[in-house]
C-alpha cells in the first residue's frame, strides 16, 4: 500500500503547482483559493512497474531471475508485514500466542477457502509446504495397510515425473507398509492431453491386476521436471470411473500458476505451495482435504497438544516456531489486488509472456518446446541447442551452475534421454519462468548466452566434475 | 564462491560484513539494548515458554533471511548446507557429542519427539515389538509428548506407564525411589519396556530431573531405548550427552540459548536404532542419514538453524560465558523465589539444587486455586490487570495425599518463574506486589 499512497501524493503536490496554488493545508486563506483540480491526471489505478520495481528490489540485480518455479519471490511491502508480526510475537509471545496466532492463522484460511473455491474452512489446513502435505496424506495410506484396512500388494499410482521428494515420501510411507507402486510414464516432449490421458489410463489397469486395489492416485497438477500441465479434472474423473478410493492432487506450483477449483476438479486432496506463485514468503502452503469420513483421520506428522482436534487445528500448532508466513495471506491479497484482473490477471499475463519468450528463444536456437502452449502455466520447457552435448543429470548440474557464474542466469535444465533410433535429438531443456518482476533482458540474456556457447563450441563434456 | 563473484554485487554474506566493535564484555545498558524489543512494561518472567532472542541475533537471522530472498537458488546449492553443519559443529562441542553425524537440527522437541516415537511405531506396525510391548513416560510429560505417544505408540497397538513423582519434592532420591518402583510395575505380567521418555528438566511444574542415575536405572533394567527430553536443558544446565547415556537427547535452543524461534538438536547416539530413525516430512534427502534429512526438508526459512554461531558470539560477550549465564540465572531465580515466598507465606516447590534457571513458588491459598480454570483465569488476570507474565501450574493431588499448607489452607497452585539475563528485580516485585493485592483485596480465582 505504501508504495501507492506515495505516487498520489505526488501527483497531488504537482497538481497544485502547477495551479498555482499553495499547498500549504493549514493556511485557511489558501483553502479558499485553492482553484479546482479539473485537469489533474488519473490516479494510477494499478501498480505501476516502477512500483514493481521497487517490490523485488531485493532481488540480485545481476541475475536474469528466469527461474520462479523452484523458490518462487515475495514482494516487499509483504516482508514488511511479515517483519512486523514477527516483531509482535518477540514483544509478547505469551499474549500473541493466547490472543493473536490461532484468529490470525484462521484469517488466511478463510481468503484460501474463497481463493480455492473450497465449502468449508475446515477443509483448508495451512502447512510448511506441498512436502509436508505428501508426508500428511501418504502417513494416513500407511496406516490403512498397519491397520488391516489395506491388503499388502495394494497400490499406489504417481506419474513417473513427481516430484523427487513425493516419490521418496511414497516409498518410506507406502512402500515400507507393504504397498505396491505403479508410476505412469509420460512422453516428453508431449503433444497433446491425449498422450497423457493414455498413459493413465493404463497404469490403472496394470493397477487393478491380481485383484488389487488402487488405494491412492497422485496426480501432479503441473509436473516439476520437466514443467508440464496435467489434465487434472480428467485423470481424477478417470479415477472415480475405475474405483480408485482416493485421489491426491499435488499442485505445488498451483495457486497463481494455474486455475485452482477444489469443486471443479474434484480430488479428495489438493496441495499447493503459496511461495512460488502467491507471493508469500518462505514457506508457506495449504492442503485442502474434502471432507469425509477419512479426512477425520489425516493427522500432521508433527503431533502437538491439538492432537485429534481435526487437521487444520493441529497445523496451526505443531510447537514454537515462527508461522509468520501463514499469516501474512491478507497481506499478500492486497498486493496481488493491485494488479489489473488480481490474481486472474496475473497468471494470464505470465503465460503470454513465458510462451512468447519460449518461442523467442527455440527460434533463435533451432530447436522447440517440450509441449505445446496450452499445456503450459507460467512455465514452459525449452529445447536447448543439441551440441551442447547434454548427456546426463550431472550435466544439466554442471552446465546450471556455469551459467549461473559465468553468465549470470539461473535456470534450471532437465536432461531427457534420447529414445532408441532418434538421430540428434534435443537432450536438454531449459525450463524458463515468468512471473511479474521479469523483462524480456532477461530472457536476452539467456538467449544470448546460449548463442556464445554454440559458437565457441561449447560442450559439458568440457566442464570439471 | 558465489559471493566473491563482483557480477553478483556487493558481498552479502553475513560474515563478510565487518564486525561490531565491542568493550571488553557486556554491560548492562548493552543487554537492555539487546532486549529492547521486548514489551517494556510487562513483567516477563516466563522465558520457560518461548524464549527470547537477543538484537544482534535476530540482525543476523535477517541477513540470512535476505540473502535467500536476493538468490535462493545460489542460496540453496552453495551456502544452505554448509550453513547448517557450521552450526550443528558447534552443538557437538556444547554438548560433548562423539561425532557431528550424531547431532541433527529439528524445528523444536516436539518434532524430535515426532521422530523418535514414529520409529517406535514402525517397529510395532512392523512385528519387531509385540502388542502391548509398553512405553514409560513422567506423568507430568508435556502434553504434545503425551499425545505424540498416543499418536504412535499407543495407535500401533503399545501400551504406557506414567510414572507420577511427587511434588513438590524435597530430594532427588524420592524421584529416583518413584521410578524404580514404576518400573518394577510396568515389567509386572512380563511387559517389555522398550522406551522410556525422561524429561531433563520437567515443563509444569518444573523440576530438575537426575537424568544420569535415572538412564543408569533403564539400563540396569535392560530398557532398549531411553530418550530424554530436555526442551530446557542448553543455556539452563551443564550438558555432557556422553555422561547421560541416554540413546536420544533433545533440546530446543529458542528457550534459554538466544536462538530465534525456532530450532531444536536431537542427538541419536550412533546405534542400529539411530539408523532407523526418519525426518517424517520426507524429501529427496531420505536415507541419507537423520542429520541430512532434516536440513531440507522441503523450500522453508531455515535462518535460526544457521544463526548459531551469532549466538555463540553473544554469549561469548558475558565473562564467563554461557556458564556465567546459567550460574546467575540460577542464582538469581532462586534468590527471586525466595523473595516471593517469604512475602506470601508459601513454599518453594522443590530445593535450590533441584531448580535452574526457573522455580515453582507456591501461590496463597487464600487465592483459592481450585482448578485447571482457575490457573488460567489467574494468569490471564495477571496479564491484562497487572502487566505480569507468568504461567500458573494447579497441582491436583493424589488421593489421600494432604498437599503443603500455609496460615490459611492447603496450597494447590503455584507460579513458575523464570530468569533470563534481561530480567530485573523489579519484575518479581511487579508480580509480589500483584498476588498481596489481591490477596488483601480479598479475590479468589472464580472471581477474576
Not at chain 1, 247 to 264: E, L, P
Not at chain 2, 65 to 76: E, G, I, T, V
Not at chain 2, 170 to 190: D, H, L
Request: aromatic share 8%; with cysteine.
Amino acid at each position: 500500500m505504501a508504495s501507492s499512497l506515495r505516487t498520489h501524493t505526488q501527483t497531488n503536490s504537482n497538481t497544485s503547482a502547477m495551479n498555482g496554488t499553495s499547498a500549504s493545508a493549514s493556511d485557511p486563506k489558501s483553502q479558499l483559493s485553492k482553484k479546482p483540480r479539473l485537469h489533474a491526471p488519473p490516479q494510477p489505478l494499478f501498480i505501476t512497474p516502477s512500483d514493481v520495481l521497487f517490490e523485488f528490489s531485493h532481488h540480485l540485480p545481476s541475475i536474469a531471475r528466469i527461474n520462479n518455479g523452484s523458490f518462487g519471490c515475495c514482494p516487499s511491502s509483504v516482508l514488511s508485514a511479515q517483519q512486523q508480526l514477527q516483531l509482535q510475537w518477540l514483544q509478547q509471545p505469551d499474549h500473541f500466542y493466547f490472543n493473536q496466532l490461532q484468529t490470525r492463522i484462521l484469517q488466511s484460511r478463510n481468503i484460501i477457502k474463497d481463493m480455492i473455491n473450497a465449502d468449508h474452512v475446515d477443509e483448508v489446513s495451512i502447512v510448511d509446504n506441498a512436502t509436508t502435505s505428501a508426508a500428511i496424506v501418504l502417513q494416513q495410506i500407511a496406516w490403512g495397510f498397519a491397520e488391516g484396512r489395506f491388503r499388502p500388494g495394494d497400490a499406489a499410482v504417481m506419474l513417473h515425473y513427481a516430484y523427487g521428494a513425493v516419490k521418496k515420501s511414497v516409498e518410506a510411507y507406502v512402500t515400507r507398509a507393504g504397498g505396491y507402486v505403479i508410476e505412469v510414464p509420460l512422453p516428453f516432449p508431449v503433444n497433446s492431453v491425449d498422450e497423457i490421458v493414455q498413459e493413465f489410463r493404463e497404469a490403472l489397469e496394470r493397477g487393478k491386476q491380481n485383484g488389487r486395489r488402487v488405494r491412492l492416485a497422485v496426480i501432479d497438477h503441473v509436473t516439476s521436471m520437466p514443467s508440464v500441465v496435467i489434465p487434472v479434472k480428467e485423470l481424477v474423473r478417470i479415477c472415480r470411473e475405475e474405483g480408485v478410493d482416493r485421489v491426491f492432487v499435488d499442485a505445488a506450483h498451483g495457486i497463481g500458476c494455474v486455475d485452482v477449483d477444489m469443486k471443479q476438479i474434484g480430488a479428495d486432496f489438493y496441495t499447493s505451495n503459496l511461495h512460488k506463485w502467491f507471493f508469500c514468503p518462505p514457506s508457506v502452503a495449504f492442503l485442502y482435504c474434502r471432507r469425509s469420513t477419512e479426512s477425520s483421520d489425516l493427522h500432521h506428522p508433527v503431533v502437538s497438544h491439538e492432537y485429534g482436534n481435526g487437521l487444520a487445528i493441529e497445523s496451526a500448532w505443531i510447537g514454537t516456531r515462527d508461522y509468520s508466513a501463514q499469516l501474512v495471506v491478507p497481506k499478500v491479497l492486497e498486493f496481488i489486488n493491485r494488479f489489473e484482473g488480481g490474481i486472474d490477471g496475473i497468471k494470464k499475463r505470465n503465460h503470454e509472456a513465458v510462451v512468447d519468450m519460449g518461442e523467442m528463444l527455440v527460434k533463435a536456437w533451432g530447436t522447440h518446446l517440450g509441449c505445446p502452449p496450452e499445456m503450459c502455466s507460467s512455465m514452459v520447457m525449452v529445447g536447448l541447442p543439441a551440441c551442447l552435448g547434454i548427456s546426463s543429470d550431472q550435466d544439466t548440474l554442471k552446465l546450471r551452475t556455469y551459467l549461473r557464474d559465468k553468465f549470470g542466469v539461473e535456470v534450471p535444465i532437465y536432461y531427457r534421454a534420447p529414445k532408441d533410433g532418434e538421430v540428434g535429438p534435443v537432450t536438454g531443456y531449459a525450463r524458463i519462468s515468468y512471473q511479474v518482476y521479469n523483462k524480456v533482458d532477461d530472457y536476452y540474456k539467456f538467449r544470448d548466452a546460449i548463442i556464445q556457447l554454440v559458437h565457441n563450441a561449447f560442450t559439458c563434456a568440457s566442464l570439471p566434475t | 564462491m558465489e559471493h566473491e563473484d563482483p557480477r553478483n554485487g556487493e558481498s552479502t554474506h553475513p560474515c563478510s560484513k565487518k564486525p561490531k566493535i565491542y568493550s571488553k564484555f557486556i554491560s548492562e545498558p548493552e543487554i537492555r539494548d539487546e532486549f529492547s524489543h521486548h514489551q517494556p512494561r510487562v513483567a516477563r518472567i516466563n522465558n520457560g515458554s518461548f524464549g527470547s532472542c537477543p538484537g544482534s541475533v535476530l540482525e543476523a537471522q535477517r541477513q540470512w533471511q535476505l540473502q535467500f530472498l536476493r538468490q535462493p537458488d545460489a542460496f540453496y546449492f552453495n551456502t544452505l548446507r554448509n550453513g547448517i553443519t557450521a552450526s550443528r559443529k558447534i552443538i557437538k562441542d556444547l554438548i560433548n557429542a562423539d561425532h557431528v553425524d550424531e547431532v541433527s537440527l529439528v524445528d523444536n522437541v516436539t518434532t524430535a519427539a515426532a521422530i523418535v516415537l514414529q520409529q517406535i511405531g514402525h517397529s510395532f506396525a512392523e512385528g519387531k515389538f509385540q502388542k502391548n510391548d509398553t512405553v514409560l513416560m513422567l506423568y507430568c510429560a508435556f502434553q504434545a509428548v503425551k499425545k505424540s505417544i498416543q499418536a504412535y505408540v499407543t495407535r500401533a497397538g503399545g501400551s504406557v506407564i506414567e510414572v507420577r513423582l511427587p511434588f513438590p519434592v524435597n530430594s532427588e532420591e524420592e524421584i529416583i525411589s518413584e521410578f524404580k518402583k514404576s518400573i518394577e510395575k510396568g515389567k509386572s505380567n512380563g511387559r517389555k519396556i522398550r522406551l522410556a521418555i525422561i524429561d531433563h528438566i520437567t515443563s509444569m511444574p518444573s523440576v530438575v530431573i537426575p537424568v544420569k542415575e535415572l538412564v543408569g536405572i533403564c539400563r540396569a533394567e535392560g530398557i532398549e531405548q531411553v530418550f530424554v527430553d530436555a526442551a530446557h536443558a542448553i543455556g539452563s544446565v551443564k550438558i555432557d550427552v556422553k555422561e547421560v547415556g541416554a540413546d536420544f537427547y533433545v533440546s530446543n535452543l529458542h528457550k534459554w540459548f538466544f536462538c530465534p524461534p525456532s530450532v531444536a538438536f536431537l542427538y541419536c547416539k550412533k546405534s542400529n536404532v539411530s539408523s532407523d530413525v526418519h525426518h517424517p516430512v520426507v524429501s529427496h534427502e531420505y536415507g541419507n542419514g537423520l542429520p541430512i534429512e532434516s536440513a531440507w526438508i522441503g523450500t522453508r526459512d531455515y535462518s535460526s538453524q544457521l544463526v548459531v554461531p551469532a549466538v555463540l558470539e553473544f554469549v561469548n560477550r558475558f565473562e564467563g560465558g554461557i556458564d556465567w549465564i546459567m550460574k546467575r540465572n540460577h542464582d538469581e531465580v532462586v534468590k527471586m523465589g525466595k523473595m516471593l515466598a517469604e512475602s506470601w507465606g508459601t513454599n518453594p516447590g522443590s530445593p535450590p539444587k533441584m531448580c535452574a534457571a526457573m522455580m515453582m513458588v507456591g501461590l496463597p491459598s487464600r487465592l483459592c486455586l481450585n482448578s485447571e480454570e482457575d490457573a488460567v483465569r489467574l494468569r490471564s488476570h495477571l496479564r491484562d490487570c497487572y502487566e505480569v507474565e507468568v504461567p500458573i501450574f494447579y497441582q491436583v493431588l493424589k488421593d489421600g495425599e494432604e498437599g503443603v499448607r500455609d496460615k490459611d489452607g492447603f496450597i494447590a497452585g503455584y507460579a513458575r518463574i523464570s530468569h533470563q539475563v534481561y530480567n530485573t528485580l523489579e519484575d518479581y516485585e511487579k508480580f509480589r506486589d500483584a498476588i498481596n493485592r489481591l490477596v488483601e483485596d480479598g479475590k479468589t480465582c472464580k472471581m477474576l
